[in-house]
């Protein structure tokens, strides 16, 4: 695997619990598993993902979830699509 084909990950605090994200600059939507959705509203949604192994997914839903940067202290209010 060369370099160009790794991974690129970059520590967030989700919700304010830290934990490791997938970068992805091609991505057209940010998804991420209902486990760290919490407390935080969903809301209901029609959206199938199609990955780029052309595996179809059906989204549970969308919700904004407060990320920051834990070097920085920057906060970002993210839209994600819950799989």
Not at 54 to 67: D, F, P, Y
Request: net charge positive.
């Amino acid at each position: 695997m060369s370099k160009k084909d790794k991974p690129i990950y970059c520590e967030m605090h989700i919700n304010a619990s830290p934990d490791r994200l997938q970068v992805d600059c091609g991505a057209t939507v940010s998804r991420i598993p209902s486990r760290y959705i919490g407390n935080s509203e969903v809301e209901p949604s029609n959206i199938s993902l199609e990955m780029w192994n052309k595996v179809t997914m059906k989204a549970l839903g969308t919700s904004k979830l407060l990320l920051e940067n834990p070097k920085t202290s920057k906060k970002y209010m993210v839209k994600f699509v819950m799989v």
